[in-house]
């Protein structure tokens, strides 16, 4: 079996200097336990492809979530900053930290804490998808790859 921790949940997301974001908590385990399914609803251009985007980058590895950070798209960080953070708690205690820092050449993730061996090891399946996406793809299991899953929420092309 793909996936061994079905029981793996987010049940947090927190967001600094991260594009429209100053600083944002998003407690998914308010009542206790973490859902399996959450629904992001809002108008255009208030954030919710960046949630998504952060999400990605937060289950991905450090090799997949920088091969995906380095898509060409808009800044990562919020207008004005050197500093951002996206960070992921899981239902199990453990977590994902990403910190991008302003460079004179651009933007880079500066540190990478990822304290959850299945998504070390990319033992969770992420799917993306962008709504006005222009292709479509279809992978098995076995050739499954987290930042090709998710290409599409970063890439119109892909």
């Not at 980058?57 to 004005?80: D, I, T, V």
């Not at 302003?102 to 799917?127: F, P």
């Not at 709504?131 to 299991?141: E, I, P, V, Y």
């Amino acid at each position: 079996m793909f996936i061994k921790n079905t029981d793996f949940k987010i049940s947090k997301i927190i967001l600094e200097n991260i594009r429209g974001f100053a600083a944002v908590e998003i407690d998914l385990a308010r009542s206790g336990t973490s859902s399996l399914l959450n629904v992001f609803l809002g108008d255009n251009g208030v954030g919710k492809s960046t949630l998504l985007k952060c999400l990605a980058l937060g289950l991905a590895s450090p090799k997949a979530a920088s091969k995906l950070f380095e898509q060409p798209e808009q800044p990562w960080l919020r207008f004005g900053t050197e500093r951002g953070k996206i960070r992921l708690e899981f239902s199990d205690g453990s977590f994902s930290e990403l910190a991008i820092e302003l460079e004179s050449y651009g933007e880079r993730i500066g540190n990478h804490i990822c304290e959850s061996n299945d998504l070390m090891q990319e033992q969770i399946v992420v799917c993306g998808y962008g709504a006005a996406r222009r292709a479509f793809g279809d992978r098995s299991l076995r050739g499954y790859s987290l930042s090709e899953a998710v290409s599409t929420l970063f890439s119109y092309d892909a």
